[in-house]
């Protein structure tokens, strides 16, 4: 087996269990690897540290698989860690019975680039690098034994994977396509699902806790949701006894599937709801000049920084939106605004939401802290990627 070669001093994130090895720290590869072939990671002294995923055309030059230098990494490996995976979100009692669920969260899971998300008895799978991909028989068998789903669709169309040197990989990897379209059930709201062409993996699954705090907050409320797709929280809104809700989205594909599910539902009062194509920044300008305020406004933005590189950027676009969020609420209304940005931290998006409440001339208060949902786990040596954060601001 060939050998990664540390630089010297190079090592230290991986002392403390960090799973990536970028190019900068190292030193050779003796030995020949393909990409995706399995490397034995040793220091510049030889110590062995590790075995990774070697990735010669990323600047993620391997990925950890195991810190245990004695393991092997084969097929019974990876039927190890998709069991321990799917076990671990069994062990959270929020999470049974729900019909859409992640299973792989990634590096978090022990599995760098492999993300399983389930709907009913479909699973979507994505794998973004070399590792996953040179042991994707391997990882589908796996899925299908802890799962036990009917069906399991690849959708590892991820762009990610240029970086990667692998080209866009989707269809059905095991089963085939149920005759009925696919739909969940989440806290009492139906939802249909398009993994082939939705957003991800076709769902936002990481915001299931906040669109439940959305129901909770709505009751009586006039609530604006801006880049809404397709109307997760427009819906839970309704449920939880909104007065009205008005649902701003550029993608008419998208608010086409939001109306329809909203069909799916008829014990939510469709006269309550709006649905309105148009690009969120300047929207939010139109309903300022308008007069019109709300009590609860949602912003939801799609990723504005895949990382640090687009910060500055992305902090000016979160900024604009924020600023209009904050001037739309009438007094005592509430902000749920959220980054699901790589490159901004859970700090600079506090900070960024403090200088907008002060653009926007108003007094905010932090109520909550908002997360990702117990089945996005992330582990506590594995900080970097898109997890969600957000904030629930209340204005004076």
Excluded at 97 to 104: A, F, P, S, T
Excluded at 125 to 130: D, G, H
Excluded at 259 to 288: I, Q, S
């Amino acid at each position: 087996m060939a050998q990664l070669v540390m630089l010297a001093g190079k090592d230290r994130s991986l002392a403390r269990r960090h799973p990536w090895i970028f190019a900068t720290a190292v030193e050779r590869l003796s030995g020949r690897a393909r990409p995706g072939d399995t490397v034995d990671v040793v220091a510049a002294n030889g110590r062995p540290l590790a075995k990774a995923a070697w990735s010669p055309e990323s600047k993620i030059r391997a990925r950890v698989w195991t810190f245990d230098a004695d393991e092997v990494v084969d097929d019974a490996f990876f039927k190890r860690r998709v069991q321990a995976a799917v076990e671990r979100r069994g062990m959270l009692p929020e999470l049974r019975g729900q019909d859409g669920l992640r299973l792989i969260h990634g590096e978090s899971d022990g599995l760098p680039g492999v993300i399983a998300d389930r709907y009913g008895d479909t699973v979507v799978l994505q794998l973004t690098a070399t590792g996953p991909e040179k042991w994707r028989r391997a990882i589908i068998s796996a899925l299908h034994r802890a799962s036990a789903c009917a069906r399991i669709y690849e959708r590892s169309d991820s762009g990610v994977r240029r970086l990667e040197g692998l080209d866009p990989v989707t269809g059905w990897a095991y089963g085939e396509a149920s005759p009925e379209p696919l739909a969940i059930v989440e806290n009492g709201v139906r939802l249909r699902v398009d993994i082939v062409a939705g957003h991800k993996t076709g769902f936002y699954l990481d915001q299931r806790d906040n669109r439940v705090l959305t129901r909770v907050l709505a009751a009586g409320r006039a609530t604006l949701n801006c880049f809404c797709y397709s109307g997760a929280f427009s819906l839970q809104a309704l449920a939880g006894g909104a007065s009205s809700v008005l649902s701003i989205d550029s993608s008419g594909p998208a608010l086409a599937m939001a109306a329809e599910n909203l069909a799916l539902n008829p014990h939510l009062d469709a006269n309550r709801a709006e649905w309105r194509e148009a690009d969120v920044f300047n929207e939010l300008r139109a309903l300022n000049d308008q007069g019109r305020r709300f009590d609860l406004i949602i912003l939801d933005p799609p990723k504005f920084a895949p990382s640090a590189v687009h910060a500055e950027r992305a902090a000016r676009a979160y900024r604009d939106i924020n600023v209009f969020g904050f001037r739309l609420l009438n007094p005592g209304g509430l902000l749920m605004s959220y980054s699901c940005s790589g490159g901004i931290s859970g700090e600079h998006f506090q900070q960024i939401l403090a200088e907008a409440a002060l653009g926007a001339g108003r007094e905010a208060r932090i109520l909550r802290r908002l997360g990702a949902s117990p089945d996005h786990p992330v582990a506590l040596n594995f900080s970097e990627g898109e997890y969600l954060k957000g904030l629930l601001c209340q204005v004076e």
